[in-house]
């Protein structure tokens, strides 16, 4: 038996704890939070997919800015209110990079902890404009 199908088990081991766990201190928002946000006002809800994936479902009252455009679209976004940025699900390097790009120019931004699948899998309303 040789060890070699255990190195890409170890590769992506790593590449998910350094790449994802360690940008979690971008403070992920969880679905109940999120909902409370978007029910009170206090959230502004940024998916970050292509155009093409927003249009075919895409959670309630989100604004669609893909992530290839979001320096380019700066101006859309609020500066007085906080930002929850989402796209794919937990392991999409979309919404990671949306906030930290956000913070580079200074908003307020978080990320959803999940994305559009786990959201439309729990039951919760989604919109779509395709």
């Not at 998910?16 to 969880?30: K, M, S, W």
């Not at 809800?45 to 249009?55: H, M, N, Q, S």
Request: glycine residues 6%; charged residues 25%; contains cysteine.
């Amino acid at each position: 038996m040789t060890s070699a199908p255990l190195l890409p088990l170890f590769s992506m081991e790593r590449i998910v704890t350094t790449y994802f766990h360690a940008r979690d201190q971008l403070e992920p928002i969880n679905a109940t939070e999120l909902i409370a946000g978007l029910r009170d006002g206090s959230v502004v809800l940024l998916d970050v997919r292509p155009d093409d994936e927003y249009g075919l479902g895409h959670l309630p009252v989100a604004m669609n800015i893909p992530l290839r455009q979001l320096e380019q679209r700066l101006t859309e976004l609020p500066r007085k209110q906080e930002i929850v940025a989402y796209c794919r699900g937990p392991y999409c390097a979309l919404s990671f990079e949306a906030v930290a790009a956000l913070r580079a120019h200074g908003f307020n931004v978080r990320r959803f902890e999940d994305g559009f699948p786990e959201w439309k899998a729990a039951g919760l309303p989604v919109e779509c404009t395709a």
